[in-house]
């Protein structure tokens, strides 16, 4: 097994399920960075990296593109186009993403949180929801999302999810770390 401090999880630090993640990786030794902005509140405030405005843009898409591949609409707010720029960041860090927050019938995911999971599909990434409403993990596979026991198989990684956070999803999170490093 590789060393705990080989692995790096990247994420937003909001609060819900990247601060249960960040609280996991410090448990168990594993090196995190969470994104941010100038203004931007965290529920989560260890190892920020704040990204410039040109590091931002980097990530900058079209709120129409966006929009379409997420089945909902998005205007043209500076916040919500900062949010879906530093999601772009935490997602190209990671080679691996875990979200937790629920599956819709479209097969997006709910909320902002759709968008780590549309961006990992498109990169190519692996990608895990735990669908907190089902109680379940999924891998986008296929074209689709199919029930798989999630685990952690790469050295970088990537988290996002809902603020409003279960304790099966807790669960969840906490199973993914014990289950790849064993007892913190």
Known sequence: MTERTAYTLYSGGHRGVEAAFGQCAEEWGVNEVNYSFAGHKVGRDVNIKNLTEEELDRGDISMELASRMMNRTYYEKKKIRKVLQLIFHMVNSGHQVFVVGTILDDNTVKGGTGWAVELAKL???????????????????????????????????????????????????????????GTP
């Open 123 to 181: 990169f190519n990434r692996p990608v895990h929801v735990f669908d907190q409403d089902k109680n379940q993990w999924f891998a986008w596979k296929n074209g689709g999302w199919q029930e798989e026991v999630a685990q952690i198989r790469h050295e970088t990684f990537c988290a996002s999810g809902t603020r409003d956070l279960t304790p099966e999803g807790e669960k969840a999170i906490r199973s993914l770390f014990m289950d790849a490093f």
